[in-house]
């Protein structure tokens, strides 16, 4: 009699581990009984009767789902491939099961379909140059229609943008003309300086009797170091008026 009531325990026992269910702390359990969902279960041991409950576990974790190469056309009719990052993690885990089949494989084709139609939104030149926005709106749209399975986005990031060969050296002619196009506005503004300087130094030399004869005096004295220099007077108006005058006062006097 004791051998049986012994057996009976330790098949009650195992009958009795047999249908615990461990959900780990990062994990919610989504709880079935006849097939009607009955809650979700907090990380624990919990008891799940065979044949009558079922429970499915999910990962609450946050995920990264790799979208692959897209072919995309921008708004301007510019063919690209881009591939883009997700990060994303189940808020409502009975949403996540009772809403969509598989979250991971619709938030994957999701991704795929809103980051071509977003690029198809915005030129090349905007894609290029305001990712960060571009990324943001991915993350709106995909957030808001996967609000209804219970799956919270935390961001996108936008990898890479292959552009065809051609493009590629059509932007490089076009950033080469750009950078002598900024050149020549910069040797232009040089010369316009320089011809205001040379202006106003011509201006305060003729104002100041004597001072281009000085000026002329150290530029002849500059060039004199060197004995290969062959040096070709250039006699001052200034000069050339003092002689005038000079010859005009004295014929008045005779």
């Known amino acids: 009699m004791e051998s049986f009531i012994t057996w009976l325990l330790i098949v009650g026992?195992?009958?009795?581990?047999?249908?615990?269910?461990?959900?780990?702390?990062?994990?919610?359990?989504?709880?079935?009984t006849m097939g009607r969902y009955t809650g979700t279960k907090n990380p624990g041991?919990?008891?799940?009767?065979?044949?009558?409950?079922?429970?499915?576990?999910?990962?609450?974790?946050?995920?990264?789902?790799?979208?692959?190469?897209?072919?995309?056309?921008?708004?301007?009719?510019?063919?690209c491939q881009i591939n883009a990052v997700i990060y994303y993690k189940v808020s409502d885990a009975a949403k996540a099961i009772i809403e969509v089949e598989n979250?991971?494989?619709?938030?994957?084709?999701?991704?795929?379909?809103?980051?071509?139609?977003?690029?198809?939104?915005?030129?090349?030149?905007?894609?290029?140059?305001?990712?960060?926005?571009?990324?943001?709106?991915?993350?709106v749209v995909v957030d808001r229609l996967t609000d209804p399975w219970g799956i919270k986005v935390d961001s996108v990031e936008l990898k890479d943008i292959v552009l065809p060969e051609n493009m590629k050296r059509t932007m490089a002619k076009q950033a080469?003309?750009?950078?002598?196009?900024?050149?020549?506005?910069?040797?232009?503004?040089?010369?316009?300086?320089?011809a205001g300087n040379l202006a106003k130094a011509g201006e305060i030399l003729s104002k100041?009797?004597?001072?281009?004869?000085?000026?002329?005096?150290?530029?002849?004295?500059?060039?004199?170091?060197?004995?290969?220099?062959?040096?070709?007077?250039?006699?001052p108006v200034e000069i050339l008026r003092a002689l005038d005058g000079?010859?005009?006062?004295?014929?008045?006097?005779?």
Not at 14 to 31: A, D, E, H
């Open 13 to 32: 026992v195992i009958v009795f581990l047999s249908f615990l269910r461990q959900v780990n702390q990062y994990q919610r359990g989504v709880m079935f």
């Open 45 to 79: 041991w919990r008891l799940v009767v065979p044949v009558f409950q079922s429970m499915k576990k999910v990962d609450i974790r946050v995920k990264a789902v790799d979208v692959p190469n897209q072919e995309a056309i921008t708004k301007d009719n510019v063919s």
């Open 103 to 139: 979250f991971y494989y619709a938030v994957s084709q999701l991704a795929q379909t809103t980051m071509r139609n977003v690029v198809g939104e915005v030129s090349l030149d905007e894609l290029l140059s305001q990712r960060d926005e571009v990324s943001d709106r991915i993350k």
């Open 176 to 194: 080469e003309a750009e950078r002598e196009k900024r050149a020549v506005i910069i040797n232009s503004e040089g010369e316009v300086i320089a």
């Open 208 to 235: 100041v009797p004597g001072a281009l004869h000085l000026r002329t005096l150290n530029t002849i004295n500059d060039i004199s170091s060197d004995e290969s220099n062959t040096v070709i007077f250039a006699t």
């Open 246 to 254: 000079f010859n005009k006062k004295k014929n008045e006097e005779k």
